[in-house]
């Protein structure tokens, strides 16, 4: 079974540019999750996306960041305009429904953006 | 507010010695807890989890993690370490009202 796809790997930008991330979830993965880990710090939840619909995205700065859903399968995650402190590893998760609480949610390798 | 700590950032362990790494939370529910664990360029890879039932969980590469209502906690533990054991390691948890929230890690390093 393939895991999570991210791409790119890594990505550096001057600050005010623009980026995008793309994932592909675990073929079958109704649940997408979008996570940023700063240097030094555990993941936090950005978004979570139940299908092509948004469950959570209290988190998310919503004033640059921006991300879709559409067909239910792959997602972009999008910073516009990105600030220095934007440089982080951005990670893709997925599991199988997300309504179970205890679910387990299966990652990809990231992205690490740096931001100069 | 649902919280979860990791007081240790690194723990040094030698190659076959038993290993612990730490982990307390704070939920206002029953607690959904988790393990994963990060080798580096890689993404997090899940280890073993918490639901209900017996305290001792068991998981993947001989990890365990024990949980303990009480005192809060959720300790990873393996009887004997080694050296590919060396990673980032990351406490999470949940409760039934809301999302999940990782701790900040620990390092574990396994000397030869």
């Known amino acids: 079974e393939a895991g999570v796809a991210q791409s790119p790997r890594y990505k550096i930008i001057e600050k005010r540019q623009s980026v995008a991330f793309w994932c592909n979830p675990i073929?079958?993965?109704?649940?997408l999750y979008w996570y940023q880990q700063i240097l030094g710090q555990g993941p936090k939840l950005l978004i979570q996306f139940q299908n092509n619909g948004v469950v959570d995205d209290s988190q998310l700065p919503k004033d640059r960041f921006s991300a879709e859903r559409l067909k239910g399968v792959d997602s972009t995650l999008k910073i516009q305009p990105a600030k220095l402190e934007d440089s982080a590893v951005y990670l893709c998760a997925s599991s199988v429904a997300g309504a179970v609480i205890s679910e387990t949610q299966y990652f990809g390798p990231g992205t690490r953006l740096l931001v100069l | 507010a649902q919280s979860v700590a990791q007081p240790e950032d690194q723990v040094n362990v030698a190659e076959g010695n038993p290993l612990t790494v730490k982990c307390t939370y704070s939920?206002?529910?029953?607690?959904?807890l988790f393990w994963y664990v990060q080798y580096p360029n890689r993404g997090l890879q899940f280890l073993l989890k918490?639901?209900?039932?017996?305290?001792l969980v068991k998981g993947s590469y001989g990890f365990e993690a024990e949980f303990n209502k009480s005192q809060t906690s959720f300790h990873l533990k393996k009887p004997s370490a080694l050296v590919s054991d060396s990673a980032l390691y990351f406490c999470a948890v949940r409760d039934s009202a809301s999302k999940i929230i990782f701790g900040s890690g620990t390092r574990l390093s396994i000397r030869p």
């Open positions: 073929s079958g993965h109704a649940t």
């Open positions: 918490y639901i209900t039932g017996d305290n």
């Open positions: 939920v206002s529910g029953n607690p959904y």
